[in-house]
C-alpha cells in the first residue's frame, strides 16, 4: 500500500514560534495528540500533547509564555512519500516512535502516519482474510 493513502487528512501544523498554550487549543479544537511543527515549509519538529504535559505542566512552566520550540521533538523521525508500508514499520519499531510524518523531497509534510492507523488497516486486513476463508470454507461443509 502507498504512504499517499495516509496524506489524505489535511495535516496540522504550527510555527515553533507559537506558544504552547495557542498549540494546546488547536488540540483541543480538533481533537488531535500532535501537531507537526514547521519552520520556512519545512518540518523541523512535532509537538504531542504528552510533550505540553510533562515539559511545561510538569515542569511548571507557563503555557502563554512557553514556545512550542523548547517542548518539541525537534528533527523528527520522517519518511519519504516513496517509501512502503514495510519501510514505515521498519522505522517505527527501530526509532520506538508511534507517529511518523510523510515528507516530500522538499521536506514539506503531506501527512502523518500513527500507530493507531497501522493497528486499523492491520484489523481491515485480517478482517478481509476472515472473509476469504469464510467464503472458501462455508460453515456446515466441513
Do not use: Y
Not at 507537526?36 to 503555557?63: F, H, M, S, W, Y
Not at 520522517?78 to 508511534?98: E, G, P
Request: glycine fraction near 6%.
Amino acid at each position: 500500500m502507498s504512504l499517499r493513502n495516509f496524506c489524505q487528512k489535511p495535516v496540522l501544523k504550527i510555527s515553533p514560534e507559537k506558544n504552547t498554550w495557542e498549540a494546546c487549543q488547536v488540540l483541543k479544537e480538533n481533537n488531535v495528540g500532535c501537531l507537526i511543527v514547521e519552520n520556512d515549509g519545512k518540518l523541523c519538529g512535532i509537538l504531542t500533547d504528552r510533550d505540553i504535559a510533562l515539559k511545561v505542566t510538569g515542569e511548571q512552566k507557563e503555557p502563554r509564555t512557553t514556545k512550542v520550540a523548547e517542548v518539541m521533538t525537534p528533527d523528527p523521525v520522517r519518511i519519504s512519500i516513496d517509501k512502503d508500508l514495510q519501510h514505515l514499520t521498519s522505522l517505527m519499531h527501530a526509532f520506538h516512535v508511534r507517529r511518523v510524518p510523510v515528507v516530500d523531497g522538499n521536506d514539506t509534510t503531506l501527512g502523518i502516519i500513527t500507530l493507531d492507523d497501522l493497528i486499523a488497516l492491520l484489523g481491515d486486513e485480517m478482517s478481509e482474510i476472515g472473509k476469504a476463508i469464510s467464503e472458501e470454507f462455508p460453515q456446515g461443509n466441513a
